[in-house]
């Protein structure tokens, strides 16, 4: 027999990945030129040259074994040391190699990440608005996962109704700065709240709760800026991390789980995942990759395309009319819909082969995201589309 569950999934199939799989459709019809596909997250700019480098000269000068063979469950030692010491530097944390778990990716860092500190029945709080397949990442371990309400204005924490919902229940809180899809970045100020507020909770309830914070767009923010380091304001503090944005390397699949030293058992939860990925098959990343990424652990691709690429979208839509939240990170930007029903807004936006996503999923109904993880070029010719679609549209 099936399992129902997953049955029961295949009608709820991801909304983005279903718009990119239309865009591309459209795309074989008229040209994947013509269509401004704003759907998915694919990071658009090369690889650093440094790491194709690296690549390279492993492949000509080390044994096959060692680039293609199993490395150790925890991941390979020096790639672990590596991270270590670059986040230690970076960060002023003791971490060392028994913080470091490497990992598939985010994803995979954070489905280790949950099964650490949830079980079943267990309530895990996000906000948002907030990344759609956290639902089945969370939901999936047995443990619950519960949305806050946004704050609209400013995407900040809606701390009022974090207190409503933080019981005794909540085990774990999940954080995503920068922000998909909102592209908004947490403030010191947002943090610190959020440690006092956690570390008051856990005292009042008698148990650790956990703040996991997923942070694959760290590397990517605006106007000269650095992400506040979440692990910095709160102790028991799960990093879940990827390369993917960073280094433009979604296919390879790796990032690391970092355990911020500080927390209680920190150690013991990194050889807990070595238990864990027994179980969910998460193991044992590609060790030539974890190699090559360790030798551009403080290099990034040219990530200033999206910064460009955010202020050309941010003034064409206030331009417009739009109300939007300016971002201060990652490749996304999510304005409020010009109607009510995000939903039938972006199907009227199909005509004129804008793939735009409505922020149902996201927690946010009435807003709607762009990736624009996209050619600059493109950007500005969609612009005329959106106008259009704008004016003939809503008569603005």
Not at 49 to 72: D, K, V
Not at 178 to 194: F, I
Not at 221 to 232: L, Q, W, Y
């Amino acid at each position: 027999m099936l399992v129902q569950k997953y049955r029961d999934m295949l009608s709820q199939k991801s909304v983005i990945r279903q718009l990119s799989e239309f865009a591309a459709a459209r795309g074989r019809e008229i040209g994947y030129e013509n269509v401004f596909d704003y759907s998915l997250g694919n990071p658009s700019v090369p690889v650093p040259r440094e790491f194709t480098e690296a690549m390279i000269h492993m492949l000509t000068t080390r044994e096959s074994n060692e680039l293609h063979g199993y490395s150790p469950n925890p991941g390979i030692t020096s790639v672990r040391e590596a991270v270590a010491a670059s986040l230690e530097g970076r960060f002023s944390l003791p971490y060392r190699k028994e913080h470091i778990f490497m990992a598939s990716g985010a994803a995979g860092a954070l489905a280790h990440a949950f099964r650490l500190v949830t079980e079943p029945g267990d309530e895990v709080l996000t906000f948002a608005p907030f990344f759609p397949e956290y639902h089945p990442y969370v939901d999936l371990t047995g443990a619950v996962l519960r949305v806050v309400p946004p704050d609209t204005e400013s995407f900040q924490i809606n701390f009022e109704k974090l207190e409503e919902m933080l019981t005794e229940k909540v085990t774990a809180v999940l954080v995503n700065t920068p922000n998909n899809p909102s592209g908004v970045v947490y403030s010191a100020e947002t943090l610190n709240r959020l440690a006092d507020t956690l570390r008051r909770k856990s005292g009042e309830y008698g148990h650790d709760i956990y703040l996991i914070s997923d942070e694959p767009y760290r590397e990517i923010v605006f106007d000269g800026a650095e992400t506040p380091c979440v692990s910095c304001f709160y102790d028991n503090t799960i990093m879940c991390y990827s390369f993917s944005k960073s280094l433009s390397l979604p296919g390879e699949r790796i990032g690391y789980v970092a355990v911020n030293p500080r927390c209680r058992h920190a150690e013991e939860m990194v050889s807990m995942c070595v238990q864990i990925s027994r179980g969910i098959g998460h193991n044992c990343p590609p060790s030539i990759i974890q190699l090559a990424v360790a030798r551009v652990l403080d290099r990034t691709a040219d990530l200033s395309v999206y910064e460009t690429n955010m202020k050309l979208l941010y003034e064409e839509l206030v331009g417009l009319g739009f109300t939007c939240v300016r971002p201060g990170g990652t490749f996304y930007i999510f304005p409020r819909a010009l109607e009510e029903d995000a939903k039938l807004f972006c199907e009227k936006a199909l005509k004129y082969d804008l793939i735009l996503v409505p922020g149902d999923s996201f927690g946010a109904p009435g807003f709607f995201r762009m990736a624009y993880c996209i050619d600059t070029e493109k950007v500005k010719r969609s612009l005329g589309a959106l106008e259009r679609f704008v004016r003939e549209t809503y008569g603005r």
